[in-house]
């Protein structure tokens, strides 16, 4: 079992940057792959990044590819999703998630409970 919470949304101007963390509590964090997903409004949700247990192999969506990083430190049981060159449209509720099999399906058995990012115009 693994409880996710997610934090550090915002409001913040396009072009700006924003770091969302993703805490943990259970003790086989190490074990997981751990994924950002959002969900804009009207839309279904959508994979944004993921990264594999070991830390060694990440991924992204086309869309945010260059722009957003994502990393762990399994010391912490934190996930980071580092988000520069904000733009309106990433505006969403963004979620993490744990599994360990699942890496940029939306198949991920552990969810948090989300954490809303607004980007202005």
């Known amino acids: 079992q693994v409880q996710l919470v997610e934090s550090g949304g915002g409001l913040v101007q396009a072009g700006g940057s924003l770091r969302l963390s993703c805490a943990a509590a259970?003790?086989?964090?190490?074990?997981?792959?751990m994924g950002w997903f959002r969900r804009a409004p009207g839309k279904d949700r959508e994979f944004v990044a993921a990264?594999?247990?070991?830390?060694?192999?990440?991924y992204y969506a086309d869309s945010v590819k260059g722009r957003f990083t994502i990393s762990r430190d399994n010391a912490k049981n934190t996930v980071y999703l580092q988000m520069d060159s904000l733009k309106p449209e990433d505006t969403a509720v963004y979620y993490c998630a744990a599994d360990s099999v699942a890496v940029t399906s939306t198949a991920y058995d552990y969810w948090g409970q989300g954490t809303r990012v607004t980007v202005s115009s």
């Open positions: 259970g003790r086989t964090f190490s074990r997981y792959n």
């Open positions: 990264i594999k247990w070991s830390g060694g192999s990440t």
